[in-house]
């Protein structure tokens, strides 16, 4: 009988520096991400997500170490698996005179989407933006821009989605039904999914993991519930005024 | 997964299509975007042309070489238009805050490079063809009269005006919106090199070597052999040609390598100032 084969990593992160001239932004990370799961990267500004999210995008060279996603290496070989990826920021916009329609077609080829027109249907039927397709996106309120920027995230349909600050500057019943959006599509494709956020209640929802970074290190990692129960506080957000504030205090005592 | 089967490293169209069809919904929103486009080759040409009458009715030499002035703006502009119109479709990205989008997208640099090139034709086409008629119709000077030597002319001139708006988008990379005066003045280098409006002959020696140097300068001496002596001078224009060549390389070498310094220095991460 064949042996059973371990399903490899969606990404993989090893011995991972950044150094810009010579700060260190990301220090000798390293961590991997199984398919399907829903992973935050924490920590206070400065801490290195950026880094490490865009290194993974394929948008930095790292000074040493490795970043893999899908198996190729990034960011030499991101050509191979880019149209399997997406990404959301509120610190990118999208182009501001094109209307929705404009803009999902443009990105939808970009992606190579087949079936364009019925995608783009779809995705506004799902995100609510039916009514406002032919509208301008600049034209837009921010919480219906995170609709838009949501639909350019998942036009491909993507195996692997990088979400920095998903609900930045949205109402809390705004966030609340991204979040949820969020939620039924990684259930339904089964979507690994990397999430920055400052938002602890987000991260406890949607993420069945957390890894911890302080100075471009790793200070932890685990389930929200086992940091919880580790450092002996009731919510995420106290263990990140721990971890942020501690100066490495927090994590011996923790263990 | 709902994304085509085809082989997403291959060059594609389809990607380079999306871009073109991101910039024409662009213009096509936008009437002072279009208006721009003519306005100030209509005013170049409308003053060079007027200046070139006043000049006529003084000088038998320039009575002889109708049209000289106005045949050396509409061509300068196809150079300075050119790499203005590849420019500024790469500015527009960063105005609008989108190039984290489409640097991560699977566009590929080549493919960006490429929809730019197209863009400038496309903008070129809109600011060209109705300042032609015009000069048409103002001064009796048909652009299009010159028939292949055009084609030559501008074949050599749009190749210098692509090398150099790699380059800027090059530097635009690499140094962000800090390098966006280049866009806007970098080819006004060209302007007294490369002779558009007075012979080689003119500059001192050193100058004239280094005028030589640049594809244009070819052109325009052509364009004034065709003009003055009624001669086309085909072997400047293989010569320009030959030059362009290694500048074009030049310029993508450049372009990569600063990309990929953009990429170690993490400016991708800033295009602001």
């Known amino acids: ?255 | 997964m709902s994304t085509q089967s085809s082989d997403p490293v291959a060059f594609s169209m389809r990607r380079v299509s999306a871009m073109v069809l991101r910039y024409w919904y662009l213009l096509r929103s936008s009437w002072p975007r279009i208006l721009d486009l003519i306005y100030w080759p209509a005013v170049q040409m409308l003053m060079w042309g007027f200046l070139q009458l006043y000049v006529n009715q003084n000088s038998s030499f320039f009575t002889q070489s109708a049209g000289v002035f106005i045949g050396s703006v509409l061509l300068w502009d196809i150079l300075f238009r050119g790499q203005l119109g590849f420019s500024i479709s790469f500015l527009e990205e960063m105005y609008a805050r989108n190039m984290g989008n489409i640097m991560m997208s699977p566009l590929r640099p080549v493919e960006f490079v490429c929809a730019l090139m197209i863009m400038s034709l496309i903008r070129l086409a809109i600011g060209m063809v109705p300042v032609s008629l015009l000069a048409i119709a103002f001064f009796g000077f048909n652009l299009w009269d010159l028939g292949l030597a055009l084609a030559a002319f501008f074949l050599n001139l749009i190749l210098t005006s692509w090398a150099i708006g790699i380059l800027v988008a090059g530097l635009l990379l690499r140094n962000g919106l800090g390098a966006e005066s280049l866009a806007w003045t970098f080819m006004f280098l060209f302007l007294p090199l490369t002779c558009v409006y007075y012979p080689v002959a003119v500059l001192p020696p050193f100058l004239q070597t280094v005028a030589w140097a640049l594809p244009p300068t070819y052109v325009f001496e052509g364009m004034r052999a065709l003009l003055i002596h009624h001669v086309f001078r085909g072997n400047l224009m293989v010569e320009a040609f030959a030059i362009n060549v290694v500048l074009f390389a030049a310029a993508a070498v450049a372009f990569f390598l600063l990309l990929a310094s953009a990429r170690r220095q993490g400016t991708l991460l800033q295009t602001g100032e």
């Open chain 1, 1 to 255: 009988m064949p042996e059973p084969t371990i399903a490899e990593p969606t990404i993989v992160v090893d011995r991972l520096v950044k150094i810009y001239k010579r700060e260190a932004a990301v220090d000798g990370i390293s961590f991997s991400l199984a398919a399907g799961t829903v992973t935050a990267l924490l920590g206070a500004n400065g801490a290195g997500k950026t880094t490490t999210i865009a290194t993974i995008m394929g948008l930095l060279t790292p000074t040493s170490g490795r970043v893999t996603v899908l198996g190729a290496e990034m960011p030499w070989q991101r050509h191979r698996v880019l149209h399997r990826m997406n990404f959301e920021s509120p610190y990118v916009d999208m182009p501001m005179r094109l209307t929705i329609r404009q803009n999902l077609t443009v990105f939808g080829r970009l992606y190579g989407v087949a079936n364009l027109t019925e995608r783009i249907t779809q995705l506004a039927h799902d995100l609510e933006l039916t009514d406002l397709l032919d509208r301008p996106t600049g034209k837009l309120s921010s919480g219906q821009k995170t609709r838009v920027s949501l639909a350019k995230s998942l036009i491909n349909e993507p195996e692997v989605l990088l979400l920095d600050e998903p609900t930045a500057s949205l109402d809390p019943d705004t966030a609340d039904w991204v979040r949820g959006r969020l939620e039924r599509y990684c259930r339904e494709r089964h979507a690994t999914v990397l999430l920055a956020s400052h938002n602890m209640a987000e991260v406890e929802r949607l993420c069945e993991r957390v890894i911890m970074m302080k100075r471009g290190k790793i200070e932890d990692d685990d389930t929200p519930a086992r940091l919880i129960a580790r450092y002996g506080r009731r919510t995420l957000e106290e263990v990140f005024l721990d971890i942020a504030r501690g100066g490495g205090e927090a994590r011996e005592a923790a263990q």
